[in-house]
């Protein structure tokens, strides 16, 4: 009896916190083509085969935003954390393997040689943080074209050589930039702050798990890193399609996405993980992190965008628009009720 008064009391409160939804239509220019025969899944799969080329083209233009990361990610790789290193310490010698009489330093222990390597990181993650908010750019012009790629609308077109119809992704994608820039990029200056904080807080309880000497402060900063982790790119997840799909304030996708997040969490986190699982497998080892860099330089922005729109409109589809439909025959019938009165 306990077990179903705490579901009963769990689908009320979900359906409380979805009756604060702000109702809208999509931002769509075209009519809706209906739901897709198949289910989400199958609409996420098939688009992406279907449209290669687009997605191809739309992701080397959002690459452009991010060459800076790509390229402190390869000067990185080819030089080595450990050479990175000694670089930022001002030292010219290897000194590793100095605390087991090979390579004798003057002294360094193995714990300094540890910390000397997570300083690497540390440059590294800030650098790609600083690098986020640029991102937010290719995004806006990504979102642009997989949101109509989603809702089945044609793209721009135009005419080759031998009269066919050929898409106009670049010029798509720059009007999407264009129109949705600021948005997306506050949201990737905020994802960046995140990012580079929550690093930042794991590196510093590693080296202080190397070095054997926890203090409370770290373990508080650890659990602090992981909520945020799991608060915020779950929220991001929703929110971030939101600056395409809906006209609406800042305020209201806000309201939604947090609405959302909190009543379907575990969606939200999978889609998320799902989004950026290429980008995570970059450290998986050398010869797949090779496959999955070549991956995200071809399809990688476009993959992650396109499963969050997808996502985004499957909330659309299951939730607001039943709520909006719903929302529109009440006021129709208060309207007529109205004018009966005044007859």
Request: proline fraction near 3%; hydrophobic fraction near 50%; aromatic fraction near 12%.
């Amino acid at each position: 009896m306990a077990k179903n008064k705490s579901k009963i009391n769990e689908k009320s409160l979900k359906v409380k916190l979805i009756g604060n939804l702000e109702l809208v239509e999509q931002n769509r220019n075209e009519p809706h083509k209906g739901a897709y025969p198949g289910g989400r899944f199958k609409r996420f799969f098939d688009t992406f085969k279907a449209n290669f080329q687009p997605l191809m083209i739309a992701n080397l233009c959002s690459i452009l935003f991010v060459l800076p990361i790509i390229a402190l990610i390869m000067f990185f790789t080819m030089q080595g954390i450990e050479k990175i290193g000694y670089m930022i310490a001002k030292i010219n010698e290897p000194y590793l393997m100095s605390s087991f009489g090979v390579g004798l330093s003057d002294g360094m222990s193995i714990e300094e040689a540890k910390s000397i390597l997570l300083n690497s990181y540390r440059v590294l993650v800030s650098a790609i943080a600083l690098g986020l908010p640029l991102l937010g750019f290719g995004i806006a012009g990504n979102l642009s074209i997989t949101t109509k790629l989603i809702w089945g609308e044609s793209l721009l077109i135009k005419k080759d050589k031998q009269g066919r119809d050929v898409p106009r992704v670049i010029t798509e994608f720059f009007r999407g930039l264009k129109k949705f820039w600021k948005e997306n990029f506050i949201i990737m200056l905020i994802t960046a702050v995140v990012f580079g904080g929550v690093a930042n807080l794991l590196l510093n309880f590693i080296e202080a798990s190397w070095i054997n000497h926890y203090k409370a402060t770290d373990i508080i900063s650890l659990i602090f890193a992981i909520l945020i982790t799991l608060i915020y790119f779950p929220f991001f997840a929703n929110l971030l399609p939101t600056t395409v799909t809906y006209n609406l304030k800042a305020k209201y996708k806000i309201k939604n996405a947090l609405i959302l997040t909190i009543t379907f969490y575990v969606p939200a986190l999978i889609m998320f993980v799902f989004a950026i699982l290429p980008f995570v497998l970059l450290a998986a080892g050398k010869i797949f992190s090779l496959i999955m860099f070549v991956f995200i330089l071809s399809f990688g922005i476009s993959f992650m965008c396109l499963i969050l729109v997808n996502y985004n409109d499957y909330n659309h589809e299951k939730i607001i628009e039943p709520l909006y439909q719903a929302k529109i025959k009440v006021e129709l019938k208060k309207e007529r009720r109205a004018r009966r009165k005044k007859k």
